[in-house]
């Protein structure tokens, strides 16, 4: 309960903050998009996970307004990056499924584009593969597809029912899970479920990216099995805007 009132408060408090972690493509050696992170600072507690919170903002009807907060300032600052260079970078944004139940949710969408300049096919959302994803949702998803959004499944290979989401869902890329890239040196069965995914997201024809890679090997296997797209602490962290801009600055 007591999580619940500093969470309503952590907005108006600007508590919360956005941080970026680059995508990297093997192949270009490049930096070709960024995902936004939300952060928790809490004032007596410290830094508080997403992963901890967003379940607590999802539950008290708050994932809504903090969903669209975290939209806006990942789109207002790709945008701000953008006329800085030449090569423009795609922002990723995670959606919440509960986000998709709101009705408004497609029109707060382009209103947020509209006022922060971003264009549409710069902007992707990740979403996890869920039970609350149902058919109305599939709906919904379809019209951010044809506003030129792309859609990637995040943690893929993680939930229930993967291959049937592909067929049934407008999505345009995978998220590999960490948790098959942390086995890749250990893990014969991580080492084929990886190869599988790649499978299928080539017979889908989707994009594919990796996450959570942390050492050259596990980069090594990943792009020797036609995975180039990596997300990890091998190349970068999630750091502050500044941070980034300043290695943008030195890269572009
Ligand atoms: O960045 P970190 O590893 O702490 O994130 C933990 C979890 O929180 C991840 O599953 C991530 O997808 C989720 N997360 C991070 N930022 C956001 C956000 O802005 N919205 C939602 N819905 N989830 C987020
Ligand atoms: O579920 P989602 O993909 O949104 O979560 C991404 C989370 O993974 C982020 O919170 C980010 O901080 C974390 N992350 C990104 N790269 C790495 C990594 O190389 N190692 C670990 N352990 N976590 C990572
Ligand atoms: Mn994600
Ligand atoms: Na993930």
Not at 52 to 60: K, Q, S, T
Not at 157 to 173: A, C, D, E, I, N
């Amino acid at each position: 309960l007591e999580m619940e009132n500093h969470l309503r408060q952590s907005l108006d408090r600007k508590e919360l903050e956005i941080v970026y972690q680059p995508q990297v493509d093997c192949m270009k050696g490049a930096i070709t998009g960024v995902e936004a992170l939300l952060r928790w600072n809490h004032t007596t507690k410290g830094y508080i996970s997403p992963s901890d919170f967003i379940p607590v903002a999802e539950e008290i009807g708050l994932i809504d307004a903090i969903g669209e907060w975290v939209l806006r300032g990942a789109c207002r600052q790709m945008n701000a990056w953008h006329r800085q260079t030449d090569e423009p970078l795609m922002i990723s944004v995670n959606i919440s499924v509960k986000q998709l139940h709101d009705e408004r949710f497609v029109d707060k969408v382009i209103t947020i584009l509209e006022e922060t300049g971003l264009e549409a096919r710069y902007l992707e959302m990740e979403i996890t593969e869920n039970v609350a994803m149902q058919d109305k949702q599939m709906g919904v998803l379809n019209r951010l597809r044809q506003l030129g959004i792309s859609i990637s499944v995040d943690d893929f290979g993680t939930h229930y029912s993967s291959l049937s989401y592909l067929k049934r869902f407008p999505v345009t890329k995978i998220k590999l899970d960490q948790s098959f890239v942390r086995g890749v040196q250990t893990d014969d069965k991580d080492r084929a479920m990886i190869k599988a995914i790649i499978s299928v997201a080539n017979a889908f024809q989707l994009q594919m990216i990796a996450e959570g890679v942390e050492t050259e090997e596990q980069a090594d296997f990943l792009v020797a099995n036609g995975c180039h797209h990596i997300q990890g602490y091998y190349f970068y962290k999630p750091m502050k805007p500044a941070q980034l801009q300043a290695i943008l600055n030195k890269e572009l």
